[in-house]
T-cell receptor, first 111, second 113 residues
Framework: GDSVTQMEGPVTLSEEAFLTINCTYT??????LFWYVQYPGEGLQLLLKATKADDKGSNKGFEATYRKETTSFHLEKGSVQVSDSAVYFC??????????FGAGTRLFVKA | KAGVTQTPRYLIKTRGQQVTLSCSPISGHRSVSWYQQTPGQGLQFLFEYFSETQRNKGNFPGRFSGRQFSNSRSEMNVSTLELGDSALYLC????????????FGPGTRLTVT
């Protein structure tokens, strides 16, 4: 079945460092891919999405490119801030009316 | 436009009891999905409803059930609660019939003692 694998955390960075969180997927067909973010005590929020191969999703300085050849959707940000500290989830929406989430990667950003 | 709301936000129940959680989706959204989030298992899909029909169900025991009303509001019920049911229960709504990007509520924190 469909699955999402993302790098384990926690990831600890200093402010203004470069961020990469790796995500790979297994799916039949042509899924849509997402990154969601969860701040403490809150539900998930959609961060960005891509619906077809080579699409780049971007929002709030975060970017991710849908790479079908490597089945990947890595999240990147050029300069992280303390306020980016949260848990990040990679997800896919394919067949069967459900979204599959990765395990989540916790990010800590130090001032 | 108001976001997804979930009630109650916090709940403490005793083993063996049952509980009902409620979710009101964003106006106009007809798809509602439920997830269980725990530190050990992460986000696990419970079920999805669209126009009062359950279209998909996750791998949970029959103690977990749900329904959706004609106004798209949804409820989930857990009967005969177990300690392992302690979790954050998240509801999400989607505007498309395909279940594309989802909008999440803040969750209901259920503690079973």
């Amino acid at each position: 079945g469909d699955s999402v694998t993302q790098m384990e955390g926690p990831v600890t960075l200093s402010e203004e460092a470069f961020l990469t969180i790796n995500c790979t997927y297994t799916a039949t067909g042509y899924p849509s891919l997402f990154w969601y973010v969860q701040y403490p005590g809150e539900g998930l929020q959609l961060l960005l999405k891509a619906t077809k191969a080579d699409d780049k999703g971007s929002n709030k300085g975060f970017e991710a490119t849908y790479r079908k050849e490597t089945t990947s959707f890595h999240l990147e940000k050029g300069s992280v801030q303390v306020s980016d500290s949260a848990v990040y989830f990679c997800a896919l929406s394919g067949e069967g009316f459900k979204t599959i989430f990765g395990a989540g990667t916790r990010l800590f950003v130090k001032a | 436009k108001a976001g997804v709301t979930q009630t109650p936000r916090y709940l403490i129940k005793t083993r063996g009891q049952q509980v009902t959680l409620s979710c009101s989706p964003i106006s106009g959204h007809r798809s509602v999905s439920w997830y269980q989030q725990t530190p050990g298992q992460g986000l696990q899909f419970l079920f999805e409803y669209f126009s009062e029909t359950q279209r998909n169900k996750g791998n949970f025991p029959g103690r977990f059930s749900g329904r959706q009303f004609s106004n798209s509001r949804s409820e989930m019920n857990v009967s005969t609660l177990e300690l392992g049911d302690s979790a954050l229960y998240l509801c999400a709504s989607s505007s498309s019939g395909r279940v594309d990007e989802q909008y999440f509520g803040p969750g209901t924190r259920l503690t079973v003692t």
